[in-house]
């Protein structure tokens, strides 16, 4: 078979690793000019890998195919060096966690680091093109795909039995382009996930961040909402991050400039239902409206009891933001924000409170908007012999899972699942 693979990012990795050694003949088309510029997102800029039965994507992928990717990635580096650990292995933390009403979310990390990652790409590309059956085709930005008699023309000209869709979402343009004639082929749009950064001062959350890389726990408040932590920085910074239209508001740490507070986000995942179909739309107008009220491209930022009290803030208190403060103003989210999207982060706030004394504190810091949008959801069996895999698929958020989506759909082709 003739196998076009689009994107040379994580999924596509997954995917001819597993089917480099059957008799294919494999094109990548990548449209960054050569393996140094060639994207791979989260791989180039951190590369934490992740194991876990419970964050990710939305697919379920067996720990064992995840932990096997892990040690395929470290083994294509020189010394094979790597930081690991585990979130909730401390069996107390889980129990106190787990009876105030949260999940937490267990997951084992390997840190391979920047360093070394261009080393993986690199020697996972060379022994890519020592094959004779793998062609690799950088400078090659595809923009059409057509479905014609069994067969998958790219760019009106070349031919193939079967192409997989793997552009993460830097394709979404490509995406954008086959969903506009395809409708059929989403599955579902319905996600986005609304919120706020928190930040607090490092010795309320100190024994937290020492146990464990990651915080993350998941929450079902009482209006019925998830609510999930994401994106600890241990003595982080705050910044805004900007998008065409709107500004939210993100978090990260540096490796020698330390602060005094840690951030993270509170995300409230809003799930509507039909005739609803446009998360990013709603997502955007909220952001928007918080920008309209602290004008001049700026974002919200509330204390925690002015926040969960409707009031505007007017002064701050012991913790000192560590965001620019040319890029926010003192205001109240709550002119922006749903109530029940307040309601859910406020009812997680205070019940974290059991658990981590202070971070309910009046004098914390909320920032708004924090917003995540999800891909859509598409579906694999609406048009014959095009496949979608890894982020642009909307199944996966993560490097392995990524990855494993595209091990998965190697392996349903070479048993003629798809
Ligand atoms: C800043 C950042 C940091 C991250 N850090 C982590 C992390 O530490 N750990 C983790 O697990 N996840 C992380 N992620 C998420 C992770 O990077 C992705 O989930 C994962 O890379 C998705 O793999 P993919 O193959 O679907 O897409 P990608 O890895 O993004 O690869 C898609 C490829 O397709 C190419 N492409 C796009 N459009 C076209 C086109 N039209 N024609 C040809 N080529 C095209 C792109 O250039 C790219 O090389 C991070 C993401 C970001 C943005």
Redesign the pocket.
């Known amino acids: 078979m003739k196998i076009a693979i ?8 997954g995917f001819i690793e597993r089917i480099k050694d059957e008799d294919h003949e494999i094109h990548i ?4 000019k050569d393996i140094y510029s ?6 180039r ?6 194991v876990s039965a419970e964050m ?1 994507g939305d697919l379920e992928v067996d720990v064992g195919l995840q932990k096997h990717l892990v040690d395929f990635y470290i083994n294509k580096t020189a010394d094979k060096k790597f930081e690991t650990g585990k979130s909730f292995s401390n069996r107390n933390y889980y129990k106190q966690f787990y009876e105030n009403g949260f999940q937490p979310v267990i997951s084992d990390f390997y840190h391979l680091g920047t360093d070394q990652l261009k080393e993986v790409l690199f020697n996972i590309y060379k022994d890519l093109e020592s094959r004779p059956n793998v062609h690799i085709h950088f400078s ?4 059409h795909i057509e479905p014609i008699a069994n067969k998958i023309i790219l760019d009106h000209n070349e031919q193939f039995d079967k192409v997989v869709v ?6 979404h ?2 995406v954008k382009g086959i969903i506009n004639k395809f409708p059929e082929l989403i599955k579902d749009n319905t996600k986005v996930d609304l919120g706020i950064r928190y930040e607090v001062p490092n010795h309320i959350v100190e024994d937290l961040n020492k146990e464990m890389y990651e915080f993350k726990v998941r929450y079902k408040c009482k209006t019925g909402y998830m609510v999930r932590t994401f994106c600890n920085n241990p003595s982080g910074y705050v910044v805004t991050e900007n998008y065409d239209d709107f500004v939210t508001v993100n978090g990260h740490s540096k490796l020698k400039e330390k602060s005094k507070n840690t951030n993270f986000a509170i995300l409230t995942t809003v799930q509507l239902t039909y005739p609803f179909n446009d998360p990013i739309g709603y997502g955007s107008y909220i952001a928007k409206l918080t920008n309209i009220l602290a004008a001049d491209n700026k974002v919200i930022l509330q204390t925690y009891n002015n926040f969960k009290n409707s009031k505007r803030t007017k002064n701050l208190y012991r913790v000192q933001p560590t965001l620019d403060s040319n890029k926010y103003i003192l205001g109240d989210i709550n002119l922006a924000f749903p109530r029940r999207i307040i309601e859910s982060i406020t009812d997680f706030i205070d019940n974290l409170e059991h658990v981590i004394p202070g971070i309910a504190n009046n004098d914390n810091l909320v920032y708004a908007p924090e917003i995540k949008f999800y891909s859509n959801r598409l579906c694999n069996n609406k048009i014959e012999n095009l496949i979608f ?4 698929s909307g199944e ?8 494993a ?2 091990w998965i759909m190697a392996e349903e082709i070479i048993n003629h699942k798809i």
């Open positions: 689009i994107g040379f990012g994580a999924a596509a990795i088309f990548e449209k960054s060639s994207s791979i997102s989260g791989i800029a951190d590369g934490k890998l992740f990710g090659r930005n595809i923009s793997a552009v993460g979402r830097s394709g343009n490509l895999a890894g982020d642009c996966t958020r993560s490097i392995i899972y990524a990855t989506h595209g």
